[in-house]
């Protein structure tokens, strides 16, 4: 918790949409932050497929601006280097679209490290979640997520992006929270990218 309050409070030194820290408690195990009110932007995609363009310029941007903070000394590092803050966990599930603007939560995966990294995390998480339903309702929903994960690529050098796809999958695929279907599609698709490159 006391890292995550950190970040955040450094982060939001360079104006980025971080919840404020109101409170953390002397041994760090509690933390009390801003409220922030809105739906998730995964929440807003599900009822209104049609903005999917527009969300994905923010999540993008959201990635840009992170990227362009210097990464502390005092953030660990994350695989394969780089010196800009990164999340690790920058999706549309931790975007809250707020009345003031979109807010990124979930802080406690940041690390020191390069964009592409984050870019490439990003892109394997969306394409692992598991869509509930079947049939119809999940062939609908993959097509979305396809069409809403092109978008948010097409604002980053893809192939700096692809470059960083194996050593963060590979990173991702021990997480214990990974359920065996999505760390099944985080090989797939980087067996798929690897073959292009």
Avoid at 37 to 60: C, F, I, K
Avoid at 182 to 187: G, S
């Amino acid at each position: 918790m006391e890292k995550e309050a950190k970040i955040m409070a450094y982060v939001a030194q360079y104006g980025y949409p971080a919840p404020r820290v109101e409170e953390i408690s002397p041994d760090g195990s509690e933390l009390v932050m801003e409220r922030i009110d809105g739906p998730t932007m995964l929440e807003v995609l599900s009822r209104r497929p049609w903005l999917l363009r527009r969300n994905a310029v923010v999540l993008a941007a959201l990635h840009e601006r992170l990227h362009a903070i210097p990464g502390p000394e005092w953030l660990e590092p994350f695989v394969g280097g780089g010196d800009c803050v990164i999340h690790l966990d920058l999706h549309p599930l931790n975007v809250i679209v707020s009345p003031k603007g979109p807010v990124l939560i979930d802080w406690a995966n940041a690390a020191r490290g390069a964009g592409p990294a984050d870019v490439a995390l990003t892109w394997l998480l969306i394409t692992a979640a598991e869509i509930p339903g079947g049939g119809v309702q999940a062939a609908v929903g993959r097509m979305v997520r396809g069409m809403f994960v092109r978008l948010f690529l097409a604002h980053f050098d893809l192939a700096l992006v692809r470059t960083a796809l194996p050593a963060v999958g590979a990173w991702k695929c021990e997480d214990r929270n990974m359920r065996p279907a999505e760390v099944a599609a985080i090989r797939r698709l980087i067996a798929r990218e690897s073959s292009r490159r």
